[in-house]
């Protein structure tokens, strides 16, 4: 099986229509999406004239792409976090006034102080408040999961990331607990494709790479055009390579 894994959208039309006509031409099976379709901010990005959360998200509804829920989506619908006992995630978030979010947690978790409106009408937000924290796939490389981000953040709705190996130790014990051998994430916006392993993080280039036979943490790139170059995944189950494509 050749699976497409694409995530962060940021409201990138223009860059995900690109992804997916390119996507049409290849032999794949399956399309994931890691999250965060909608979700701007003006410090980050640039295409305020053709962004649209609504055309990203009906553009993979009619591709028929499995979509996870990113912390933007988590926000949006005001669900808490699966995983908030664990990451602390205040039961009453959504009920906090802006400035005490800022001033007590904005060190902790996203506030979305500056996330700019969407043009999603109020039947648009039926499909995300269900969509789901992780996808795990049974394939011939084993079970794969496929999340926003790392546990306990599943969503990814703190403000940490991880430089080396040891911050993603939790992630490595959550996929020994569910058999999973090989774990997909965005969130990180990677600069081409990030690969974890129990011994090393190595950060890699666009490019072909295979992978051996223990546990990896596959951190995906952004589709949004950002700060870091943008791009997708395919990952061959059978053959048990990636392949991180610049859009």
């Not at 009906?58 to 989506?73: D, R």
């Not at 506030?111 to 049974?138: M, R």
């Not at 690969?195 to 990896?216: D, Q, R, W």
């Amino acid at each position: 099986m050749r699976v497409a894994i694409i995530s962060d959208i940021h409201e990138d039309f223009i860059s995900l229509c690109a992804v997916m006509a390119a996507i049409s031409k290849l032999n794949i099976d399956k399309v994931l999406c890691l999250g965060d379709v909608m979700g701007f901010e003006n410090t980050y990005y640039t295409y305020e004239d053709t962004r649209t959360a609504k055309g990203c998200y009906e553009l993979l509804y009619e591709n028929s792409v499995t979509i996870i829920a990113g912390n933007h989506e988590i926000n949006a619908v005001e669900r808490i976090p699966h995983y908030y006992k664990e990451i602390l995630f205040p039961e009453n978030w959504y009920s906090i006034p802006m400035d005490e979010k800022i001033r007590k947690y904005e060190h902790l978790y996203f506030t979305y102080k500056n996330e700019a409106t969407t043009d999603l009408q109020n039947n648009d937000f039926d499909k995300i408040k269900n969509l789901k924290s992780w996808e795990v796939l049974d394939t011939e490389s084993g079970k794969v999961s496929f999340s926003h981000f790392i546990y306990p953040d599943i969503n990814g709705n703190l403000t940490t990331f991880f430089n080396n190996k040891s911050g993603f130790a939790l992630h490595f014990d959550w996929m020994k607990k569910n058999e999973i051998n090989i774990s997909f994430v965005g969130h990180t916006h990677m600069d081409g494709v990030g690969v974890v392993t129990g011994k090393s993080l190595k950060i890699n280039k666009f490019g072909l790479y295979s992978l051996g036979a223990e546990p990896y943490i596959i951190l995906c790139p952004a589709i949004a055009r950002g700060k870091s170059k943008n791009g997708y995944i395919v990952f061959d189950t059978i053959n048990r390579t990636i392949e991180a494509i610049r859009i």
